[in-house]
T-cell receptor, first 113, second 114 residues
Framework: EPEVTQTPSHQVTQMGQEVILRCVPISNHLYFYWYRQILGQKVEFLVS????????KSEIFDDQFSVERPDGSNFTLKIRSTKLEDSAMYFCASSDASGYGYTFGSGTRLTVV | AQSVTQLDSQVPVFEEAPVELRCNYS??????LFWYVQYPNQGLQLLLK??????LVKGINGFEAEFNKSQTSFHLRKPSVHISDTAEYFCAVSEGSSASKIIFGSGTRLSIRP
């Protein structure tokens, strides 16, 4: 079964540093998403991306965050200057147009120290 | 705007007993409904989803859920739980017309006692 792949599985970074989280969506999917789960809390929507542009973003997704699809296979989330409160599990997801194939990756645990 | 309410933050159950995890949603449009399970320190695993058709949806690991449009509910059930079912369970909703963001509930922690 096709999978969404996320790397790395765990990243530790110092406060103020830039971090890039990487995702390889399912190959024939056109919609891409990032979600965040702070430890012990619910999963929150960050941003959706379609046709090389952001289609929707939450209030969490401020100017410190950006997304990019640099080539035909990768989808990245960049945090420019990390804060302690950015520590969370970040999930990538992709979907076909119908929504039937919505699939989450296994997540990247980001720890900001 | 869509929202999801999981009425119980924690549900303790004895092994081999039945369980129901409750979920209510609100939306002004037709919806897709999901249940995800998250084992400790792991990612999200899809248990089952309702997109259309039969209101009783069967998923993995013996779980099932019933979509009730009039009560805007999508409760998750299992007739006999196992220790390995100990996990966090998330109900979620998305707009049913196209690929869109998924809104998650706050989760229910299912703890199984031997």
């Amino acid at each position: 079964e096709p999978e969404v792949t996320q790397t790395p599985s765990h990243q530790v970074t110092q406060m103020g540093q830039e971090v890039i989280l990487r995702c390889v969506p399912i190959s024939n999917h056109l919609y891409f998403y990032w979600y965040r789960q702070i430890l012990g809390q619910k999963v929150e929507f960050l941003v959706s991306f379609y046709n090389n542009e952001i289609s929707e973003k939450s209030e969490i997704f401020d100017d410190q965050f950006s997304v990019e699809r640099p080539d035909g296979s990768n989808f990245t989330l960049k945090i420019r200057s990390t804060k302690l409160e950015d520590s969370a599990m970040y999930f990538c997801a992709s979907s076909d147009a119908s929504g039937y194939g919505y699939t989450f990756g296994s997540g990247t645990r980001l720890t900001v120290v | 705007a869509q929202s999801v309410t999981q009425l119980d933050s924690q549900v303790p159950v004895f092994e081999e007993a039945p369980v129901e995890l409750r979920c209510n949603y609100s939306s002004s449009v037709s919806v897709y409904l999901f249940w995800y399970v998250q084992y400790p320190n792991q990612g999200l695993q899809l248990l089952l989803k309702y997109l259309s058709g039969s209101t009783l949806v069967k998923g993995i690991n013996g779980f099932e859920a019933e979509f009730n449009k009039s009560q805007t509910s999508f409760h998750l059930r299992k007739p006999s739980v196992h220790i390995s079912d100990t996990a966090e369970y998330f109900c979620a909703v998305s707009e049913g017309s196209s690929a869109s963001k998924i809104i998650f509930g706050s989760g229910t922690r299912l703890s199984i006692r031997p």
